[in-house]
RNA sequence: GGUGGGUUGGCCGAGUGGUUAGGCAGCGGCCUGCAAAGCCGUCCACACGGGUUCGACUCCCGUACCCACCUCCA
């Protein structure tokens, strides 16, 4: 068993078989950052995570890249709205993209190259495509892919060209489904918005800079090209189409994960409905929370955000990373290190990331596990801790991982440990002369100090909410 | 209008032609001074109408509704 993925190309789930054995090349369209980052855009962040970690765990060594589309019309405009450089705009959202990631335990990609690092890549290849016949520059400077030139353009959407509506860009192009590869500067768009091309000044149009950062850094082929269903059409479409009108073969597995929608319809920058981890964050939701969340999802299911559903995640969330917890105090943390993952976990990853599946063999494991703690019987208990934290490590979700502690102060923490420790020595004595009163008293003071204090057989636990 | 996906128990969410998904919430019990955590048990299901089949939630046809894309969007 190894595994398959849903490749949208040919509409299937099909065998992953690299094209170098041993490697995986992916390529993940990332956001262009005309704005702050929605958990939307997270979950598709975490999709990816959840495959380049399954990649990774099954033996192959993985090139990851990741872009960043840091120019754009919408980015012109922000920054004409706010009286700002337009590359202020992209980064400061660029920064607030890297710090969510971050915050959900998305580990950086191998390569995060940046749209205007690559101009040169981009023209070249647009060169190529005019020298093949497969683009046209105009008067005015621009330059379009002919669609019509290309015969396959459709294979990946299946969308047959009589069923196309007209490209939304304008322009003197020859066939309204046409789409832009370079744009030519106007008068009134920022100086420091415009590359010299052999077109004369302007800015490349969105596709071409997919096409052309993937083959700078997976090269001509590679494995597996993702994205959200969204962007399958016209983005992706129009990259699959450019780079094999180059010459170039492209990826081999194209994969979508699906919306995350809001209240009914899709979350994103243009609706204005968006969410951000932040914010989620200020309501009660821990980090770990929302990417358990994102996880027990398969990727492909539509996901209708709801702060009902997300409180249900994290109630779930807490009883694994409880276990855990209760595991690494009854028997030590290191019989938590070592893990297997069952076998039931890796079927179900194997499955096209069946990721729902596999936190129910968590879940199941994590009952076996607490049976066993109470039953006295460690070599069991040890077992499933051990399996569980490895099974929720492989989703990016080990709850000793020190990634989801809370940054707070060393000192500070010392300190509180002291004072909870003499507060419940005092409570100890109390309980210890059947004075439930002074006990609860003592108990209740600390929980409206945010202190939660649970008695276990080991004597009592307490955590900061 | 075109293309694709979906409709599972109070909620979230997998899956299979015949066997308990899992979680959250609820209920009963065990444990605990109480609580929390945990364990055991339990209620609640496959949109609707036909068809195929010994048997369909699971395959086929139709109907309704929902979502995405067809225009910038993960």
């Known amino acids: 068993m190894s595994l398959r993925l849903y490749d949208t190309g040919t509409r299937s789930i099909r065998d992953f078989q690299p094209r170098k054995p041993g490697h995986a090349g992916v390529y993940l369209c990332g956001l262009t950052v005309q704005g702050p980052p929605h958990i939307g855009h997270l979950r598709s962040g975490v999709s990816y995570d959840v495959l380049i970690r399954w990649l990774r765990r099954s033996g192959y060594d993985v090139t990851y890249v990741r ?18 450089p337009w590359w202020a705009i992209a980064y400061e959202n660029e920064r607030k993209l890297a710090r969510d990631y971050a915050a959900l335990n998305v580990a950086p990609p191998t390569y995060e190259p940046r749209a205007t690092g690559h101009i040169t890549q981009m023209t070249d290849l647009i060169a190529s495509l005019v020298e093949r016949g497969h683009a046209y520059a105009t008067e005015s400077g621009d330059v379009w892919f002919s669609v019509s030139s290309w015969a396959d353009y459709g ?12 490209s939304a860009e304008t322009g003197a192009k020859r066939d309204s489904r046409d789409f832009g590869l370079w744009k030519a500067h106007k008068p009134g768009e920022p100086e420091d918005a415009a590359w010299t091309s052999p077109w ?56 979508h994960n699906g919306m995350l929608n809001l209240s009914g319809t899709k979350m994103s920058k243009s609706l204005g409905n968006t969410l951000s981890v932040a914010a989620l964050g200020e309501k009660g939701f821990s980090a770990a929370a929302v ?19 997300l409180a249900e995640a994290q109630s779930a ?18 019989a938590t290190i070592g893990g297997a993952l069952a076998p039931e976990f890796t079927a179900a990853m194997d499955d096209d990331l069946n990721t729902p599946a596999a936190v129910a063999v968590l879940h199941e494991t994590a009952r076996e596990g607490n049976a066993a703690l109470d039953a006295g019987d460690d070599a069991a208990a040890a ?29 500070l923490t010392g300190a509180v440990d002291a004072l909870v420790k003499l507060a419940l020595e005092q409570r100890a004595e109390a309980r210890a002369r059947k004075d439930y009163a002074a006990a609860d008293r003592i108990r209740d003071d600390l929980a409206h100090a945010g202190i939660t204090v649970k008695d276990t057989p080991r004597g009592p636990v307490w955590t900061v909410d």
């Open 67 to 84: 872009n960043v589309t840091d120019i754009d019309d919408k980015i012109l405009v922000r920054g004409e709205e706010q009286g700002r």
């Open 155 to 166: 294979e990946l959407s299946h969308r047959r060209p009589e069923d196309m509506l007209s």
């Open 200 to 255: 004369g000044p302007g800015r490349p149009g969105w596709h071409i800079e997919c096409s052309a950062m993937a083959r700078r850094y997976l090269g001509d082929a590679f494995d597996i090209h993702g994205g959200g269903t969204d962007i399958m059409f016209p983005h992706h479409e129009n990259e699959l189409a450019q780079s094999r009108a180059a010459g170039l073969d492209f990826a081999k597995y194209w994969v």
């Open 291 to 309: 990417r358990y969340y994102l996880t027990s999802v398969q990727y492909r299911s539509a996901v209708d955000f709801s702060e009902e559903a």
């Open 317 to 334: 969330w807490e009883r694994l990373s409880n276990f855990v917890h209760r595991t690494a105090e009854a028997l030590g943390t290191e």
């Open 383 to 411: 077992r499933a801790g051990a399996g569980v934290r490895a099974m929720l490590d492989q989703l990016g979700l080990d709850p000793l991982d020190p990634h989801w502690d809370d940054p707070g102060d060393a000192k």
